[in-house]
């Protein structure tokens, strides 16, 4: 007998009340920290997961751990693009959509590229004083999984960072 794990469950309520990771610098070498960190966390949990670190455009940190390769790539970017367009993790944009009984794939709005562009949980925004500059991207589990890990991360990294 096999048991499946529970999914989280994260309302817009609570992925809104989340604290933002919002930092007066946050350079590469933070990223990489930050990197660490996410990747410790899958393979301490056995997931199979990639993870990658976004700052100002540059690719800083990838991981690709268990079973995860090329197949990623296109999620990790997909969602990224979401997080740093909107400045909100990428699952609070699908939740959002999913309580007003919308598609996000269905908005018409000019400035967001649905080619480029995938509301599925997983990413995080980085922002230096209010203003996106990078994101924490997981993609591989089930979304929720995946913006679990990344949410995970990020509060290790500010305790870290507190410290």
């Known amino acids: 007998m096999t048991t499946e794990k529970t999914l989280p469950v994260f309302t817009v309520a609570e992925l809104e009340a989340a604290p933002a990771l919002d930092l007066p610098s946050f350079s590469k070498e933070d990223a990489f920290e930050l990197g660490v960190i996410a990747a410790m966390l899958i393979r301490e949990r056995g997931l199979n997961l990639a993870v990658d670190i976004i700052v100002e455009d540059d690719l800083v940190f990838r991981a690709k751990l268990a079973g995860t390769g090329a197949g990623n790539d296109v999620w990790l970017a997909g969602k990224a693009a979401v997080a740093q367009h909107f400045g909100v993790p990428s699952l609070l ?5 999913a309580e007003a009984g919308t598609r ?8 967001v590229d649905h080619e480029r562009m995938l509301a599925h949980g997983g990413s995080i925004p980085i922002l230096v004083n209010g203003v996106p500059v990078g994101t924490i991207t997981a993609s591989g589990e089930a979304d929720v999984i995946d913006h679990e890990l990344a949410a995970d991360a990020v509060q290790a990294y500010r305790e870290r960072r507190q410290a």
């Open 93 to 97: 944009v699908k939740q959002r959509h």
């Open 104 to 111: 996000f794939e269905d908005v018409s709005d000019s400035s």
